[in-house]
Every structure is written in C-alpha cells, then in structure tokens.
C-alpha cells in the first residue's frame, strides 16, 4: 500500500487530487485492505471495536483506500487514522471538521471521514461540529462517545451527566450535559444515527447509511472507557441488555422493541408513550412507523432523546435522513459558474485583461 498519512503536505496533495495512494493491480478490496499498524488502545477500549467495523463497512462500501481521508483531532479515538490503510490526518484539539471541511472543499471526490471523541468534537471542537451541520458539508461525521475525557486520565466532558464524579469535578457535576443529537439537529443537521461499539452488525449498518447519505452526516457510537468510565453505557453495551433496553429504528418499520417484539412506541399528546401490544386495547395499529425522511424533526428528536433513565429505550439505527443542497457541491458549481463568465482563466490572461505599462529607462 502506497500510504501517505499524517504528513500535511501528503494531505494537501491528495485534496487537490494530484495525488493518491494505489491498491495494486488485480487486489481485491477487503477489511484487510483498510487496516494498518497495531492499535495502541486499552484492552477492551470501545474504539477497537469501531475501528473493526469501519474496516468492514468501507469493504463493503467498497471505495478504495486512496479515494479515503481519515480525519481526526486529539484523544483516544483520535488515533483512528493511523491504523487506516488511506489518506489520514491527525489533527490538533477540536479542529477535525475544520481540516475534513478544507479537505472535501478543495477535492469534493474525496470520501472524508471525521473521527472525534465527545471532548474533541462537542468542547474545543464544538463550533465547528454545528457549522458543518449547519452548512451541510458532505462529511461522514464520528462522534464516539464514552462521556469521558480518557487521554487526559479521566475528567468530566460536554456528555458526562449531571453529578458525575471525576478528577475535574471530585464531588460531582454541577450542570447538564450536552445531548449530541440535540445539538446536531439544533444546528440544522440532516442526518443522525446511534450504534453501540460492541454491536458490530449495527455499526455496520449505520456507517454504510452514513455514507450514502449526501451531506453532513453524524452518527454517535455509544462506547464505555474500561479505564476512566467503565459501564457508563452498561444497559445496551451487550446483546441481552440491547434486546430490553434498546430500541432499533428503521425507516418504514413500526417502532417496536422488547425480547419478544412486545413493546412499542404511540403518540401520546406532543410525546411518546410506551405500550404493551395486545394489551389495554393497544394493538399493532397503534404503533407509529419510522419516518427517517420527514423534514420536520420533532418525532425524530423524540426518538433521539429517549432512554436517560425516562422509562424510554435508547434509540438505535438511523433516527434522521433527510436530502439537502451540500455545502461542497454549492462551491464546486459556483466557482464552475463564475469561472465560465470570466474573460480570463489564469494569472497570464489575467494580466492581459487590464491595461498594461512599459517602464523604460
């Protein structure tokens, strides 16, 4: 593999499309095509468990590793990219989406995909994750979540709860925290799904939907931090806990959820309710359906919030989708429409559109 990470100049290069790593005549593109180094992450840490899912999402995706940018800030999850086999960049503190944003502005062909961790991308980085939702640059965003500063050895961050205890906040939390999904479709976003690490089918399944998804997509990977905050996502971090606790969300499927299915979701006034079917007359045509793709978002921001200890399972799966103009394709048919106005196209006919002088001795 023909890899050029993290070097600035590599990156550049690439963005402008005058460069790219090769796969190699007649290798097939797989899993093992995307890997590279060994993970240097704790044991159990929920971002080996991502990064093997990306690995078989963008296989199965099946663009090559030199069509892909990896872009991250600082933190654990920030290494990503140097265990991808394509173009990568690790970045300084909360500015991901700034550089993702240079790189997919200058060469819209490039996949760019945004790795940030909750302190990364909604502290520091927090100005930048609304403007790029709210620009809706076509951007494959990732916020993986274990409400936890681990680099730094364990303070409190934008998405730990109220009253969490921590080495910056020894008795306890003292305001709320940020709900990701609140924030990205406070900031106009068009796209958001929820998948646990430990759930690779699901993963999967949401970072494929992410990538086909035209414009600022954010999906959230809720994951425990074995170290600094072990279990903060204990009721849907294995199998068993997901089938009580968890709530898959398809668009066009009814909204039901429960061991055996049991469960699902009614209109109720402005809210949600939680019904048992066949009982208290509430039957399956009661059950509201997915609609991932309606403008309006205020069930899909219901969906979203769900699961913080109301009674409510955790929504899981795509919760948004929705088609809007891209930040990227705006620029790219702007510049081609000025361009096509202009008498010149270069410095040197620039030059010889305006008057010129001779200056002699």
């Known amino acids: 593999m023909n890899n050029i990470n993290y070097n600035p100049a590599s990156l550049q290069r690439v963005a402008s499309g005058n460069e790219s790593p090769s796969l190699g005549e007649g290798l097939e593109v797989g899993p093992a095509s995307y890997k590279k180094g060994q993970p240097r992450w704790c044991p159990g840490c929920g971002d080996h468990f991502f990064l093997a899912s990306l690995h078989k999402a963008l296989a199965e995706i099946g663009v090559a590793p030199k069509d892909i940018a990896v872009i991250s800030g600082i933190g654990c999850s920030s290494r990503l990219p140097h265990y991808m086999a394509t173009y990568g960049m690790n970045t300084i503190h909360g500015r991901a989406a700034a550089i993702a944003t240079g790189a997919k502005v200058t060469n819209p062909k490039l996949d760019v995909w945004q790795v940030s961790g909750d302190g990364d991308g909604l502290a520091i980085g927090g100005n930048h994750f609304i403007h790029a939702n709210r620009r809706n640059i076509d951007l494959n965003m990732i916020l993986l979540n ?18 969490f205890v921590s080495k910056s906040s020894p008795y306890g939390t003292v305001e709320d925290p940020f709900r990701p999904a609140e924030l990205c479709f406070g900031a106009r976003g068009h796209f958001f799904a929820r998948a646990v690490a430990t759930d690779a089918p699901g993963t999967i399944e949401v970072l494929k939907a992410a990538h086909a998804h035209k414009g600022a997509s954010v999906t959230e990977i809720l994951q425990n931090c074995v170290i600094f905050n072990d279990g ?6 294995d199998k068993e806990g997901r089938k009580k606790n968890a709530i898959y969300v398809r668009h066009g499927e009814k909204l039901v959820f429960g061991e055996n299915n049991e469960f699902g979701l009614v209109q109720q006034g402005f809210g949600l309710k939680v019904v048992e079917i066949g009982k208290d007359g509430y039957t399956m045509d009661d059950i509201l359906v997915h609609d991932a793709h309606c403008e309006d978002n205020t069930l899909q921001l219901k969906l979203a919030l769900m699961g913080n200890g109301d009674g409510f399972p955790i929504a899981l799966g795509v919760i948004r989708d929705v088609e809007a103009p891209t930040y990227d394709e705006a620029v790219e048919a702007q510049i081609a429409e000025v361009s096509a106005q202009k008498k010149y196209h270069n410095f040197a006919e620039l030059l010889e559109t305006n008057d010129i002088w001779e200056v002699r001795e």
């Open 146 to 163: 274990n409400r936890i500063y681990g680099l730094t050895k364990g303070q409190y961050s934008p998405t730990s709860p109220r009253g």
């Open 232 to 237: 903060t996502h204990a009721s849907v971090y």
